[in-house]
């Protein structure tokens, strides 16, 4: 019998899938077809698995080869199928024994060598493959460590077809995941080591505790940006769950640390200002790989000097902000990766920034409105919180930051109040305030009473907030009651919410 069929696994974004490899040996020309909706870089595999069963000292089928993917209709991309397609055609040839690879999925990219190297996405492959009832899985010596971190799966690790090859003939051994490395992850910045700022410190530990986006104006050297830094250091460590999403979309990324642990730190993004749309939101050609927006899911994205960025990369981070999610397009499909960020820009007050202040300042009012007006107004309405930095004094820089509050003491507190939010939404899955929907709030029995909104619908009648910035002090007015080990916000959270919100709409 001339046919044989192996397991693999395609990713779609971040969906598994997984993919029988078939190979047929038929008489005729020597040459190898390839099916099932491949990409470049997978047809090309024709001439990679040759190189390398040849030189992994196998004899290669002079014959007619056809290899199927299936399912056919599923585009197929990548350097991952290498290996399963190699294997599916030395057994479909008679080199190999049939049945000892049933049941078992094969990942890896082959080098002409015959070296098996480490692929891409092999975290939620491995995923898929379980999801799908795949118990055992074959992967690059490179890959093993994030393979192991999926439940219920064993993994066996290769570093060449060779090594495979004795497997399957001889019953040679495979060999073991790397041990994980117990090294807990290097500690980031402290909140410490930001001189005076009362106003923005307070500001970052209300954006941590309720999941709000924020943005600081100021001028240069006020510590916009050491306080973007910090705010990783304060947010609670991710849960199983989330932990396996981020880790999965830098497995796909390829930018996962080699440490052998789930990602339990919110990831922090900080794109250069000239970034394209296609490196924030996600892009590329045929199928569109994640960007900044969702490798920082369930973390930060700090946009520093915001108001430097092209405006179209600016407005492609409206609705994502509001879906938590992005679906790109493209002409061979549509993918979409999760985008659940925290969102922080930073901007000076005009071009010159004057690190003196506006009292300095030599740019022309029409100069100062036009640099700001690039953040435009509904993307800065989706912004919670917004503070404007003083320039530091001379006593404030040289004091001493030893009795500051550090990170871990803000840390403290924002959990207890992200814990206090996660028990009231409990039922309806929301983890904190700025999940919840603004309907929700309006209506009972988490409507505040009259009195207590006043100054809310009076900014709202006057102008001064949009329909979307009454639900978002709403928010914000339950974040800083749950600071404080309230039960509900009262008329003092709502006034200090507004300020939070308001606090730079003047300039914009």
């Keep these: 019998m001339s046919y044989a069929r192996v397991l693999c696994v395609g990713l779609l974004g971040m969906t598994g899938h997984v993919v029988e490899v078939e190979a047929d040996l038929s008489p005729g020309l020597p040459a190898v077809v390839l099916t099932g909706l491949p ?17 992994s000292g196998q004899t290669w089928p ?10 056919a209709a599923l585009p197929k991309q990548g350097s991952g199928f290498d290996v399963a397609i ?22 890896g990219e082959l080098g002409l060598d015959g070296a098996v190297r480490p692929v891409r996405g092999v975290l939620p492959m491995v995923a898929a493959a379980a999801g799908a009832g795949v118990r055992r899985v074959i992967v690059p010596l490179g890959n093993a460590r994030e393979a192991t971190v999926v439940p219920g799966v064993t993994v066996g690790a290769v ?12 019953g040679g051994e495979l060999l073991e995941p790397p041990p994980a490395d117990p090294a807990p992850p290097p500690a980031g910045p402290d909140l410490a080591d930001v001189a005076g700022q009362e106003m923005g410190r307070y500001g970052l530990e209300v954006a941590a505790a309720g999941g709000h986006h ?13 306080l973007a830094e910090r705010l990783p250091s304060i947010l609670p460590e991710l849960d199983d769950a989330a932990a396996l999403e981020v ?9 996962l640390p080699q440490d052998g642990h789930l990602v339990r730190r919110p990831p922090y993004q900080a794109p250069h200002h000239t ?3 296609a490196a924030i939101v996600g892009g590329g050609s045929g199928l569109a790989r994640p960007g900044a927006l969702s490798l ?3 973390g930060v994205l700090f946009l520093d000097e915001a108001a430097e960025f092209p405006s179209a990369t600016l407005q492609a981070l409206r609705q994502p902000l509001e879906k938590g999610r992005v679906v790109l397009a493209r002409a061979r499909g549509t993918t979409e990766f999760p985008a659940r960020v925290q969102l922080v820009l930073a901007a000076n007050p005009c071009p010159c920034a004057s690190p003196a202040g506006d009292q300095h300042c030599t740019c022309a009012p029409g100069v100062r409105r036009r640099y700001l007006a690039k953040l435009s107004g509904p993307l800065i309405d989706r912004i919670d919180i917004r503070l404007t930095l003083a320039p530091l004094s001379a006593a404030q820089l040289t004091t001493a930051t030893t009795g500051a509050t550090s990170s871990a003491e803000v840390a403290a507190r924002v959990a207890a109040a992200r814990v206090a939010a996660a028990r009231r939404w409990a039922e309806d899955g929301w983890r904190v305030n700025a999940d919840v929907p603004g309907p929700v709030l309006r209506r009972a029995p988490w409507r505040l009473p009259a009195p207590d909104t006043a100054d809310l619908r009076e900014s709202l009648d006057k102008g001064l907030l949009s329909a979307r910035g009454f639900d978002r002090v709403l928010r914000l007015a339950w974040t800083i009651a749950d600071l404080d080990g309230r039960d509900r916000p009262g008329r003092s959270e709502v006034s200090e919410a507004i300020q939070l919100r308001m606090g730079e709409s003047h300039a914009l």
């Design 247 to 255: 880790t999965a979309l830098q497995s796909i990324a390829g930018v």
């Design 86 to 107: 190699a294997v599916a055609m030395m057994i479909s040839a008679g080199e190999l024994p049939r049945g000892v690879l049933d049941g078992v999925a094969i990942l």
């Design 159 to 170: 570093d060449s077809l060779r090594r495979l090859v004795d497997f399957v003939r001889n």
């Design 214 to 226: 924020l943005a600081l104006f100021g001028a240069p050297g006020a510590g916009k940006t050491m």
């Design 62 to 71: 002079n014959r007619r080869i056809t290899v199927n993917l299936l399912p």
């Design 39 to 55: 990409d470049t870089a997978l047809h090309e595999a024709r001439d990679r698995v040759r190189a390398a069963v040849v030189n």
């Design 296 to 298: 920082a899911h369930r």
């Design 275 to 277: 970034a394209s749309p």
